[in-house]
């Protein structure tokens, strides 16, 4: 099942989708989404949930994941 989770108040990402270990990233400046394969969707999911309720920037914890390798792009 694929779960969307709208992103307000980021100049950088405007939608992060999961699905089937998968996760689907819009940036807010294309329609398109990018998909990344990631090593533990689940840990992302949650890590996501936590810079959200905190108020963090979902971009850099993006980048961040981008370029330790959590998220590959597919």
Known sequence: ???????????????????????????????????????????FETDLQGVLDSKESVGRFVSNARTSGELTLV
């Open 1 to 43: 099942m694929k779960r969307i989770m709208l992103i307000s108040g980021s100049s950088a990402i405007a939608a992060i989708s999961f699905n089937e270990g998968n996760v689907d990233i819009q940036y807010t400046t294309n329609d398109k989404a990018y998909t990344y394969a990631a090593k533990n969707p689940s840990k």
